[in-house]
């Protein structure tokens, strides 16, 4: 059950103890009273009931505990505010003895003034109610079916004789040490290539990605055989991850100037900040045959395990 | 944390099958599922939105052929691939004894499956796993599709180290059990040598 007892749920606890304190008193304080009055005995009862009743309402997974811990906790706030009413009671009307107020506001009607001012000033109290434990027979939730079970890492099949576990377990810490050596890993599998040369792309496409702000109507008229040169210099180090991108500036270095004319001066900022990504579906064909080459085949040990047995799956 | 029960003679490794959303994950599970025989495998628990789309993971127990006179069980697992399933795809890494690495070959999915090797990494180094210790294959699928780059750039951003790597139409089965048998076999390998050398 989620804990959701917050600092409005307090403050209308306590509005709610104020104003049933208050009116608890106002109805007790009044000259006519019920005609009908049911026992002591009786109305605990039926308050208790009620309570009861309002527990399970509000968590219907609340423990037996639980359960009569709520019934408790209704029953003394509701004694609280009979009595706060009998206080305040005695003050106004300055009795001496408590005897009196206290008699009056126990009578039923400022009774149920409190009764259900208690219930008000109880409902957030609820969320600390123990609740009872998920019983063994119950039909499980996916959440809790032997496959997910599974995909957390719970023990399969513990109640087995022996069980060797392969690999290291979960270990705690050390995830940014090792996420930066697996990076690392990525990258020193990649050499250094420097090439002379320059990749040709439709200047056309080459706007379609730039910030919509810096170009102008003129954009429509360039024709698809205008193209511009990228040095291939500054498109090689990127190609490892599959993102070619450059600031908007540099792009407009490289236009020629038919079509520089295509884009309007931009807040200089965000002409150095924002990135213009060029399509790899052009620069890669046009890649000399080595820029994609890869040094010497370097797997991890545990490719290296010798002989491996085929695994067969019967299949249909 | 694949186990070993001498007892029962019988071993059980956990494979999950991870790449950028969309890319043919449960595609795989799927035609591995539907040809498969019916007693060696169990049934494919999927929870998807309605749009197809993998909301949790994909499930799939599987039984191989006795190995050693070993029965060996693999659990294979997909990843929702969408980005904001992130601690999904981590908790089912928990306990991984090998991986499939999905791509998708479209041109415009190219970044999305640098990024998701990435996550990949990161995901497992939560675990205090790596690759240099997991086995994994790659997958490069749709090749059936015309906007696909080539195998050797897909090579160069998603497989530098060269592990071995499948091209697959999942959808036709193309790749699939290809992949899988490489996948298995290497976490079966690499539980004998574990096991040899007394790492286990």
Known sequence: ?????????????????????????????????LEWELSTPVLWGLEAAVFGTAVYAWCSRVSLGGWMLGIAGLSLVRLALTTGAALV???????????????????????????????????????????????AGRRRTFSESAAVKSALGAVVGSDSDLVIWAGSEPRAGGGEKSARAATSMLDRAHRPVRMEGAIELPVRLVLAQMPPELVNERAEKISDSHMMSVP?????PQLKEARVAFSPAQIR?????????????????????????????????????????????SPPAWANVGDTESVVFATV | MASVNYA???ISCKIVYYGPGMCGKTTNLQYIHQHTMS??????????????RTLFFDFL??????????????????????????????????????????????WEKMRENFDSFRNLMDNLSSYGYN???APYVVQYNKRDLPNIAPVEYLQYVINPRQVPSFEGIAIRGEGVFEALNAICSLVLANLSEKQKTGVA
């Open chain 2, 8 to 10: 029962l003679k019988e």
């Open chain 2, 61 to 106: 127990p599987l039984e191989a052929s006795r190995i050693h006179g070993f029965r060996t069980k693999f659990q294979l697992y997909t990843v929702p691939g969408q980005v904001m399933y992130n601690s999904t795809r981590k908790l089912v890494l928990r306990g991984v004894d090998g991986l499939i690495f999905v791509c998708d070959s479209q």
């Open chain 1, 89 to 135: 009671l005695a003050a106004t009307r300055g009795d001496e003895h408590l005897f009196g107020p206290i008699r009056d506001a126990s009578a039923v009607a400022p009774r149920m003034c409190a009764f259900l001012f208690s219930l008000m000033v109880f409902y957030p109290l609820r969320t600390f109610l123990p609740v009872r434990r998920a019983r």
């Open chain 2, 131 to 133: 690759l240099e210790t």
């Open chain 1, 253 to 297: 270095e490289w236009l020629p100037d038919s079509a520089r004319r295509a884009l309007t001066q931009g807040d200089a900022d965000a002409e150095e900040t924002e990135s213009v990504i060029l399509p790899l579906a052009q620069i890669v064909p046009q890649l000399p045959q080595d820029a994609l080459a890869l040094p010497a085949p």
């Open chain 1, 1 to 33: 059950m989620p804990r959701e007892f917050t600092a409005i749920s307090a403050l209308s606890m306590v509005i709610a103890s104020v104003a049933g304190t208050v009116l608890c008193m106002q109805v007790a304080n009044m000259e006519a009273r």
């Open chain 1, 232 to 236: 291939l210099e500054a498109i090689l």
């Open chain 2, 39 to 52: 007693d060696k495998r169990g049934n494919m628990v999927s929870l998807a939105t309605p749009g197809e």
